[in-house]
């Protein structure tokens, strides 16, 4: 049995902000802040992004993002193991359990990046494999390769030595304390375009894993776009696989997740989460050589958080926390918009067009609902909706004159009859709780 979680998993990534270059005392104060001011609010998770087992990242971010032929931190078994230069504690053997323990006791998750595959050095080195008698070399298959990370070999389908090297770096990922791996290269192959769906073999490998090792680790799935016709495959073996490429900080990319969103939205459920990628959210970008505070304005950013919290949606903040600003930390601790990441709230676009979306969201135990109005448009519109139309609504429909709060600015409307009417600012949105 896969991991079951009673809501999609939120926390902060490190790669918004860092890009390949995070180091311990950067995760130890994101995990610090994290604890302070946003654990009450349900936020949990700390993850380590890419590259965390180069001794070079980010020397060359001139020329490349990730160098090729580029000094690895690796153990005898062809497993990548943390730089000790930039995560001392690692060193001595000791990978991230160190670095696990500290997060732990701020009673918090800690997770890692890791590509699909193993090492190319370990296969050009023809190392061992641990519990078996093959070598890396036996089961890297070398046609079978990332096209923007130059690391790892695919792993043959049905190889010996293939599903036990995929059980020992999980099994020492679990004795390391991780909760969390990011598995990237694999959700889709996309430099295959006749078969972007190529590492299926390799998800069923690293859920096996997990189940071997007898540790709740979620397991997430990157880069998309997630297809939709292997749905079955991602809820039967992940429980989180990304529904878009890399997501970040422009409104070009926010709008087509509406489209995406109404796609998966069927797809949500216990353990199950499409995920719409990161939170580009405060200030972002160090590592990639443009630090900036994010290019969404606050009614773009209430949209993103609207929309990714009514779908469901993991939450992986990209910001670097201890810059926060207090308006987006009270993005970020508004609860009663964050609850509806839990699996007992569903949520359904009610209707969409170039100019307006509709959400509605409804909790059948508790009886909540809730209505989100979404302005496209570049002006102001006024957005009408009746409550009496939606589905999910028609076995519990709402009173007449219909009274409603909305959860960003905390304000009480009414309106006419059972039909919802309000202002929306340009790019922005409006989220009501049904009251009566």
């Known amino acids: 049995m896969k991991y079951k979680m009673n809501k999609a998993p939120m926390g902060w990534n490190s790669y918004d902000y860092y ?6 005392k950067a995760v130890k104060a994101n995990a610090d802040f994290m604890a302070e001011h946003l654990k009450e609010a349900g936020w949990e998770y700390i993850v380590v992004d890419i590259e965390w087992y180069s001794r070079d990242a980010g020397t060359k971010r001139d020329r490349y993002q990730y160098i090729p032929y580029g000094e690895i931190e690796m153990d005898a078994y062809g497993r990548l193991q943390p730089d000790p230069v930039r995560f001392p504690s690692s060193a001595g053997g000791k990978g991230f359990g160190p670095l696990a323990d500290y997060v732990h006791g701020l009673g918090l998750k800690f997770g890692i990046h890791i590509m699909r595959g193993i090492p190319r050095e370990a296969a050009h080195r023809h ?26 070999y695919g792993v043959y389908k049905n190889v010996p030595g293939g599903q036990e090297y995929y059980d020992s770096i999980i099994k020492m ?6 909760d969390y791996i990011k598995c990237d290269d694999i959700c889709n192959t996309n430099i295959y375009p006749a078969k972007p769906y190529s590492a299926a073999h390799e998800v069923e490998m690293l859920h096996r894993a997990i189940e071997k090792s007898g540790r709740d680790i979620v397991l997430s799935l990157s880069p998309g776009p ?88 993991p939450l992986m903040i990209g910001a ?67 409550t009496a139309a939606i589905d999910q609504f028609a076995d519990a429909p709402c009173s007449a004159p219909v009274t409603a709060k909305e959860l960003w600015s905390d304000t009480t409307v009414e309106g006419i009859g059972t039909v919802l009417k309000a202002e929306v600012a340009p790019h922005g949105v409006k989220l009501f709780k049904i009251l009566a």
């Open 19 to 24: 890009d390949t270059t995070v180091d311990e």
């Open 127 to 152: 190392l061992p494999i641990l519990g078996s008698d093959a070598l890396a070399s036996d089961i890297a298959n070398p046609s079978s390769i990332c096209g923007w990370n130059p690391d790892m």
């Open 173 to 178: 990922y679990a004795d390391w304390g991780v």
């Open 226 to 313: 997630a297809l939709i016709e292997k749905a079955w495959h991602y809820e039967k073996y992940a429980n989180m696989w990304r529904i878009t490429d890399d997501f970040w900080d422009k409104w070009d990319l926010l709008v087509p997740m509406f489209y995406r969103c109404e796609l998966w939205q069927n797809h949500v459920a216990e353990g199950s989460y499409p995920d719409c990628d990161m939170l580009p959210l405060g200030r972002l970008g160090k590592g990639f050589g443009h630090e900036r505070n994010t290019g969404f304005n606050k009614e773009e950013q209430k949209t993103m958080m609207t929309l990714w919290c009514m779908f469901g949606s």
């Open 320 to 386: 670097e926390l201890t810059m926060l600003d207090d308006w987006t930390l009270s993005l970020l601790r508004n609860t009663e918009v964050l609850k509806l990441v839990s699996n007992d709230y569903v949520g359904r676009q009610e209707e969409r067009d170039s100019e307006t979306v509709i959400w509605s969201c409804r909790n059948a135990k508790t009886g909540e609902k809730y209505v989100a109005l979404f302005n496209l448009d570049s002006a102001s519109r006024e957005i009408t909706c009746d």
